[in-house]
């Protein structure tokens, strides 16, 4: 099963898409935490903290993984018993654009190849029990003067209606509100 959640931030995703791994339980899985955030300031320092210690405060013990980029590295040592949760996407895709500094945004070469490697890497995962992935929803607001900005919001737009075609289960959360987009909640 392969679930995406997306919305604004702050909009509830993560703490929801937690508990939603937490009700796919089955005997014998293991609950996987991939984390590509990394600690660049104090309120990311902040947030990390604070998805730590929910986790921590769950009744089950997750595998947490910081990977902030090259994710498909993880795909080797997940079985088909795993019930894995990604956190998030946003920063997956600035993580891998940014390996090449800015020079990605007059590289549309670049763009591709980031693209299609993650978008790749992200279908390694479908082999598990469970596979829920959040995103963010960017700058809805429409064009931007940002060439920067603008070949992001792109690049994420694309791999959402990928991902959106290929997933089970589509959420939008609002509020903290589950939306289901594509497919039934159950």
């Known amino acids: 099963m392969f679930t995406f959640i997306t ?12 508990r939603y791994v ?3 339980r089955k005997k014998g899985s293991r609950f996987v935490y ?11 320092k902040h947030r990390i903290f604070l998805h730590q ?15 902030p980029t ?4 993880l795909s080797k040592t997940l079985t088909s018993n795993d019930l894995v949760l990604l956190d998030c996407l946003t920063t997956l895709l600035t993580n891998e654009l940014f390996k090449k500094n800015e020079d990605w945004v007059e590289d ?7 693209f299609e490697k993650i978008w790749n890497e992200l279908m390694l995962f479908t082999k598990c ?9 960017v700058c809805w607001e429409g064009a931007l003067r940002s060439k920067l900005v603008y070949h992001y919001i792109r690049l994420l737009g694309h791999l959402h209606q ?3 075609e290929r997933a089970d289960l589509a959420i939008r959360m609002e509020f903290g509100v589950p939306i289901a987009m594509k497919g039934e909640l159950e």
């Open 7 to 18: 919305g604004g931030v702050r909009s509830g995703k993560s703490s929801w898409a937690e």
């Open 22 to 24: 937490l009700k796919q």
């Open 34 to 44: 991939i984390a590509t955030s990394q600690p660049t300031d104090e309120e990311m």
């Open 53 to 67: 210690k929910r986790r921590e405060q769950s009744d089950v013990d997750w595998l947490a993984i910081e990977q």
């Open 70 to 73: 090259d994710i498909g590295k």
């Open 108 to 114: 549309p070469l670049y763009r591709r190849f980031v």
């Open 129 to 137: 029990a469970q596979f829920v992935l959040v995103s963010n929803e």
């Open 162 to 164: 990928r991902i959106v």
